[in-house]
């Protein structure tokens, strides 16, 4: 692999340096308000008894203390009156900015979810999906075997899985597709 020099060297004693501001700004700075924060609770037992939540009303809903709520992004997600013909392919939908916003902002559109338990894994699936994606759609041309159609039907599970298995070919077109081997 070629090298760059860009002006920057790594010695050992740099790599230490790093290494320690990792561990002591990632670590020992958490472990530390932890260890603080419970013994400051163990010590006044009447604030460790204490629980935050209390009822409330959204969206006009009266949520009573302690009530678990589950919302059904499913039913969000396909909802005619939010999202035009809702359950056709229209990518184009989401060069919309507003459409687009997956972060847990919009509340039409939460795939990873949102709030303090959004996807721990959103930054990583984003750039996932987008290089796999198109690298498969770069690097080849697609078609189905003789004769099939593509089974659209969903499966039923924590993750909606389709019912039947992908089955498609790949034919390379790019013209230094050895590389890819
Ligand atoms: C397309 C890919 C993905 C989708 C659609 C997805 C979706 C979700 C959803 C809907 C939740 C629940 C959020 C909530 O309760 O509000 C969640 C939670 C979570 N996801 Fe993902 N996820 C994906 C990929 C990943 C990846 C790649 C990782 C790890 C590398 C990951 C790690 C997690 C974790 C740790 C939680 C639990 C977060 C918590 O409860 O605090 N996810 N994900």
Redesign the pocket.
Known sequence: MEQKDIGISLDLMKIKAIVMDIMIGGTDTTITTVEWVMAELLNTPQIMAKRPSQSAIVGGYTIPEGTKVFLNAYAIQRDPQVWESPLEFQPERFLNSTNLEYAGNNMNYL?????R?????LP??EK??MFVLASLLHSFDWKLPEGENVDLSEGFGLVIKKNERLLAIPAPRLSNFELYQ
Request: with cysteine; aromatic share 8%.
């Open positions: 795939p990873f979810g949102s709030g338990r959004i996807c721990a894994g990583l699936a996932m999906l």
